[in-house]
């Protein structure tokens, strides 16, 4: 039978939160704004940068893409700034500044909807509905990721990842890296994500999605109108501090989830 495939909204939002220190102690003021993609405290202030390909360079990103099976190979044949040449592949270019006076440790965080995404305890990439791609960076025309390299989304053998329900009422699969040294007031990271996109085999049919030949189970309430997929990024100061993960957890505590409410599953 002939189906019809029909486009997703995928809403990409950004949340930051920064912290600084008071009168050198261990307390830390902590703050977050959802309006904008900066929020400043004390001299800790950080700005998530996100762009696409245009057609005379990078600009700045757009929200509300729409979403269609990709065609092609997402880890095919790239561009000179290392992105797939597949149609219908978002870009979502995403680095951080650190615009304030002094150096950071940064921590990034992305929340994919667990429905789209093969979590825990397989996390089997092939079986994503919704895939993301982690940054690459060029250099004198090399492609390489930055996956494990600048950005840490591992300990061990395992991921940096919990699941919890955001206020939408939707579980997602949190996944989370640390930038590998403290930045300098003004530097910014490399790319972390890069872009996402539909696999191949997705399709909706009678009201009901699909993918991989079986049907992909919802959520209550889930709405492909508005399906996101939010990102948060944590700020450190770096002084006394030896690395990112030690910093964040003095200042924030141990499995700390940003958007708050339960969590689990954490690795």
């Known amino acids: 039978m002939k189906t019809k495939r029909k486009a997703l909204l995928l809403s990409l939002c950004a949340v930051l939160l920064v912290v600084a220190s008071v009168m050198g102690t261990m307390a830390y003021l902590t703050s977050s704004d959802n309006k904008t993609n900066t929020f400043t405290v ?3 202030s950080i700005d998530l940068i996100e762009q696409q390909r245009g057609e ?17 190979s997402a880890q095919g044949e790239k561009d000179e700034y290392g992105m ?10 995403v680095t951080i500044e650190n615009t304030g006076s002094e150096k950071a440790y940064i921590r990034f965080y992305f929340a994919i909807p667990a429905a789209l995404d093969d979590g825990y305890e397989t996390f089997n990439a092939g079986m994503n509905v919704l895939h993301f791609n982690f ?4 250099v004198n ?11 840490i989304w591992t300990h061990g053998s395992k991921w940096n990842y919990f699941e919890t329900t955001l206020s ?14 403290a930045v300098d007031a003004g530097a910014t990271t490399e790319q972390l994500v890069q872009g996402v996109y539909l ?27 508005s ?7 944590v700020a450190c100061q770096a002084e006394g501090f030896d690395s990112a993960s030690e910093a964040i957890e003095a200042a924030f505590g141990a499995n700390y989830n940003p958007w708050g409410g339960a969590a689990s599953n954490w690795q």
């Not at 990103?61 to 269609?68: C, D, H, R």
């Not at 049919?205 to 991989?212: H, I």
């Open 42 to 44: 004390g001299n800790v």
């Open 56 to 72: 005379n360079g990078l600009v700045p990103f757009e929200q509300n893409k729409k979403l269609y099976p990709i065609v092609g």
């Open 84 to 93: 797939p040449l597949a149609k219908n592949y978002v870009d979502k270019m």
């Open 135 to 138: 940054g690459n960076k060029v």
């Open 141 to 151: 025309g090399a492609i390489s990721s930055t996956e494990g390299v600048e950005w």
């Open 168 to 181: 939408d009422g939707i579980k997602y699969n949190v996944y989370y890296a640390d930038y590998y040294q």
């Open 199 to 225: 696999d191949k085999t997705f399709d909706i049919k009678d009201g009901k999605c699909y993918a991989f030949g079986k049907e992909v189970t919802l959520d209550d309430g889930w709405n492909w109108n």
């Open 227 to 233: 399906v996101s997929c939010p990102v948060f990024a």
